[in-house]
C-alpha cells in the first residue's frame, strides 16, 4: 500500500530556525501529531505541506504527486486548518460556508450541518464579531466536510472548552473509519495527543527527534523507586536517562531490570510515565 503523504530531505531556513532534513511518511489510516516546544517548526511544517510557504530542499509527494510541480490535482486531496485566519471577518458563516463548499466537490453536507447544531454555531453572525472559541467550532466545521484525503490540524482544540473538545474528538474517530485517510495535527495537550494519536514525531528547534508509535512509546518508559540509591553505580546503567536520588527513569524497562536483578540492587516500586513526562524527556534529549 503506498503512503498517503511522503517528505524526504525537507529543509527551510527560517530567521531564527533551520527545519530538516526531516524525513516523515504518512500512512492511511493513522492519526500523527507533531509534538514539540513552541518555535520547533511545527506550524511551519504544515504550510510547507501546503504549499504557503516556500521550501529551500526536499520533496513532498501526496499520493505520489510532487506538491511543488506543475500538477496541482493534490490540493483537492488535502484540507488544512490553520491557527490564524485572515480575510474571513466582515463574512457571515453562511457566506464562508457557500464559497468554500463550492471549492471541494466531496462536500460533506450533512456534516456540516450536524457540525453546527452539535456546536451550536450562528451562521447569521459575522466571523469577526463571534467569541474565539466559536471562531474556532466554525473553521472546524468548514473544515472536516471537505472530505479529503488528508486533514492538517494546527491547534484544533485551542479556545475550546472541555465539553466542546470531547465532542471534537469524537467528530476524529467517526472521520477516520474510512481507511483512505490521515490526520497530521499540531498539539501542546498531551491529553489530546493520548487520546488521538496512533504516532507522535517529536521535533526540537527544527529537527526530527524520531517518529514514535504512541502505545510502545509509553510502554518503553519505566520510573524506578530505589531503595538505597547509594547502591547504584556512579555510571550510567542499562536504559537509564534521568536520574535522582529516589529514582531512576529507563527507556529499556527488560536491560535495567536484569541489570538490578543482576547487581542485587532493589526497587520498592515502578511505575510508567505519563506522556506528557515523557516527551519532555525526549525534547530535553534524554
Not at 135 to 146: N, Y
Request: aromatic content about 8%; cysteine-free.
Amino acid at each position: 500500500m503506498r503512503p498517503l503523504l511522503t517528505i524526504t530531505d525537507l529543509e527551510k531556513q527560517l530567521d531564527h530556525l533551520h527545519i530538516g532534513p526531516l524525513q516523515l511518511t504518512i500512512e492511511s489510516g493513522t492519526i500523527t501529531t507533531l509534538a514539540g516546544a513552541n518555535g520547533a517548526g511545527k506550524s511551519t511544517i504544515l504550510k510547507l505541506m501546503m504549499n504557503l510557504a516556500k521550501r529551500d530542499k526536499g520533496s513532498i509527494q501526496l499520493l505520489d504527486i510532487e506538491t511543488n510541480g506543475s500538477d496541482e490535482s493534490w490540493k483537492q486531496h488535502i484540507t488544512y486548518q490553520a491557527q490564524t485566519i485572515i480575510g474571513w471577518d466582515p463574512f457571515t458563516g453562511n457566506k464562508l460556508k457557500a464559497f468554500i463548499s463550492s471549492l471541494y466537490p466531496n462536500w460533506d453536507e450533512l456534516l456540516f450541518k450536524q457540525m453546527v447544531d452539535l456546536f451550536q454555531i450562528p451562521l447569521d453572525q459575522r466571523f469577526g464579531k463571534l467569541s474565539q472559541g466559536v471562531q474556532q467550532k466554525l473553521h472546524l466545521a468548514l473544515t472536516l466536510p471537505r472530505n479529503t484525503s488528508l486533514l492538517l490540524l494546527d491547534e484544533p482544540t485551542s479556545f475550546l472548552d472541555i465539553p466542546t473538545k470531547q465532542k471534537l474528538m469524537n467528530l476524529l474517530v467517526k472521520w477516520m473509519e474510512q481507511d483512505d485517510r490521515a490526520i497530521i495535527m499540531t498539539s501542546h495537550q498531551s491529553a489530546d495527543i493520548m487520546k488521538l494519536s496512533d504516532y507522535i514525531a517529536v521535533l526540537k528547534k527544527g529537527k526530527l527527534i524520531g517518529t514514535f508509535e504512541k502505545e510502545t512509546l509509553i510502554h518503553s518508559h519505566r520510573r524506578y523507586w530505589i531503595s538505597n540509591s547509594n547502591h547504584l553505580p556512579a555510571w550510567t546503567i542499562p536504559g537509564e536517562i534521568f536520574r535522582t536520588k529516589r529514582y531512576l527513569i529507563s527507556n529499556a524497562p527488560e536491560q535495567t531490570e536484569a541489570f538490578l536483578q543482576q547487581e542485587q540492587i532493589n526497587w520498592t516500586q515502578q511505575e510508567s510515565l505519563d506522556l506528557e513526562e515523557i516527551l519532555t524527556l525526549l525534547i530535553e534529549g534524554r
